[in-house]
């Protein structure tokens, strides 16, 4: 079993920058892919960004790219989303995800955190 717990979430105005952390816990992490979903209000979830836990290689979503950027710290079993340059349409419900493949979508993923509200006021 996979724990995953995030943090950092708020609000913030259209422009700022905001990072988000995920704990994990729980079983080995080398061999788990770990990334980010988010889910608008009235929208399906959607993949934002994944990385590697051993090379470290990332990939974002098309929408995302040039403004965040995720990363991780294996000695703290946690991977992190810097966001910046925020837009009203990136307001959701941020979402941490652990899988033993590639994803990009919901059901490639094998673990969720509880998610953690970002809010972007223009």
């Known amino acids: 079993q996979v724990q995953l717990v995030e943090s950092g979430g708020g609000l913030v105005q259209a422009g700022g920058s905001l990072r988000l952390s995920c704990a994990a816990s729980?079983?080995?992490?080398?061999?788990?892919?770990m990334g980010w979903f988010r889910q608008a209000p009235g929208k399906e979830r959607e993949f934002v960004a994944a990385?590697?836990?051993?090379?470290?290689?990332?990939y974002y979503a098309d929408f995302v790219k040039g403004r965040f950027t995720i990363s991780r710290d294996n000695t703290k079993n946690t991977v992190y989303l810097q966001m910046n340059s925020l837009k009203p349409e990136d307001m959701a419900v941020y979402y941490c995800?652990?899988?033993?493949?590639?994803?990009?979508?919901?059901?490639?993923?094998?673990?969720w955190g509880q998610g953690t509200q970002v809010t972007v006021s223009s």
């Open positions: 990385i590697s836990w051993s090379e470290g290689s990332t």
């Open positions: 995800v652990a899988s033993r493949v590639r994803f990009t979508t919901v059901s490639e993923v094998d673990y």
């Open positions: 729980g079983r080995t992490f080398s061999y788990y892919r």
